[in-house]
């Protein structure tokens, strides 16, 4: 079987794919935005720290295998980094990442017009906001379309959402999926139709899918890999002693990600309980956030490295999302022994046990979530205890594993 890959930004799990599919000599072409060549003579002229961010779009596969469409990127990351906002403005200017996303489905279209003429591949895998037209081009020639949807379905984030509207008005800023046109949304119900296969990392956005009208194709569910575990981790639990309990916060600063809820739980606590967080803020200028952010320890942006150093050095990772496709920090603190606080709304039901290898609450309770930090205050043992089963958990699903599952379930005709 011989697939055709197509992502604009390259994460982690569409790299853990195309490796796999590469290994196994079942990758006709990956198609993304940005790519570097590693063995690239001019990389050596660079700064360090110039290189290591060019090598964020370098790629696990031969490069003779990449299809690069670079353009609109290109503008999108200018516009950005020299604050010409007017440019990149969401779904209304020509170097947004809607024009990105499209921009390459256009172009993976038409060279999936070019393939039929030759060795046609048998499949295209894309992911959301980036496959309607080349599954369209796909369905002319018989190519089946693979579909992964890293979130769960908009409808049901919608009907989810709305409820936080009215139990956090003050929040209402930062819940930015509101903003997306009735013509974007359209987009994604049509690449949900013409799916021949729906792959997604959790079962909760998997249920949300029974929210979609029409007829679906199978959907099958496989949790994203873990990153390669801490060798040692040295736990210096000193609360009994007086010291507070230090919950780290990473994502989004939105109340899709339940912040609110954290904020509130955290306040309780007095200072018992510091809190850090790291992100930025997913609206415009939500005054009640500015506030909260003034009261504890805020870090806008970390490299990667720097966000893994960070999970070691806190006691808990708090993720109380209340919509989340799977969650990627939840496994990150896992695979650096640091026990997570997560909803049942994300990844969690998916790897977590739940008192075991770390803790599950109800999405958008602020009464559970402090009563998960409550028992972790009274029982500080429990943060080495959960810690190292959350290293165990993470040593079993390296991300190779995920790329072998992945390939598995793409071959299986069910």
Not at 114 to 121: C, Q
Request: glycine share 6%; with cysteine.
């Amino acid at each position: 079987m011989k697939i055709v890959v197509s992502h604009p930004t390259g994460n982690q799990f569409s790299r853990s794919f195309i490796s796999a599919l590469s290994k196994n000599d079942m990758l006709t072409e990956f198609h993304t935005t940005v790519a570097v060549d590693p063995a690239a003579f001019w990389l050596k002229l660079l700064p360090a720290k110039v290189k290591r961010e060019c090598l964020r779009r370098s790629y696990p596969i031969p490069y003779n295998k990449i299809q690069k469409h670079p353009l609109v990127e290109i503008a999108r990351i200018v516009a950005g980094q020299t604050h010409i906002r007017k440019y990149i403005k969401s779904e209304i200017s020509w170097a947004n990442v809607d024009a990105v996303y499209k921009d390459l489905d256009l172009k993976v279209a038409k060279r999936l017009e070019a393939l039929s003429k030759g060795t046609r591949p048998d499949a295209i895998y894309s992911y959301e906001d980036c496959s309607e037209f080349s599954f369209n081009k796909a369905k002319e020639f018989d190519i089946k379309c693979l579909y992964d949807l890293p979130i769960g379905y908009w409808r049901t984030a919608r009907l989810l959402l709305k409820k936080e509207l009215e139990r956090w008005p003050d929040w209402a800023d930062t819940l930015t999926g509101f903003r997306d046109s009735e013509e974007k949304l359209a987009r994604k119900d049509e690449e949900l139709r013409l799916a021949d296969k729906i792959f997604v990392a959790s079962q909760f956005t998997a249920k949300t899918l029974n929210d979609f009208s029409g007829k679906l194709a199978p959907v099958k569910v496989i949790p994203y890999g873990f990153p390669p575990v801490i060798e040692n981790r040295d736990y210096l639990i000193k609360i009994s002693e007086g010291a507070p309990l230090k919950l780290l916060f990473v994502g989004g600063l939105s109340q899709r990600k339940g912040i609110a809820d954290l904020f509130a739980a955290v306040k309780a606590f007095g200072k018992h309980v510091e809190l850090t967080l790291v992100g930025k803020s997913a609206g415009n200028n939500c005054a009640v956030l500015n506030e909260e952010l003034k009261k504890h320890r805020w870090i806008p942006s970390l490299p990667h490295a720097g966000v893994l150093k960070l999970m070691r050095e806190h006691d808990v990772l708090v993720f109380p999302s209340l919509f989340e496709g799977f969650g990627l920090v939840i496994t990150e603190a896992m695979a650096q022994g640091t026990p997570v606080i997560t909803t049942d709304r994300t990844a969690g039901p998916d790897i977590i046990r739940d008192g075991e290898n770390g803790w599950l609450i109800e999405a958008g309770s602020t009464e559970k979530l402090k009563l998960a930090i409550e028992n972790i205050l009274i029982h500080p043992y429990l943060i080495e205890k959960t810690g190292r089963a959350a290293i165990e958990t993470a040593s079993q699903r390296p991300w190779d594993v995920y790329g072998s599952e992945l390939i598995n379930a793409v071959m299986n005709n069910n």
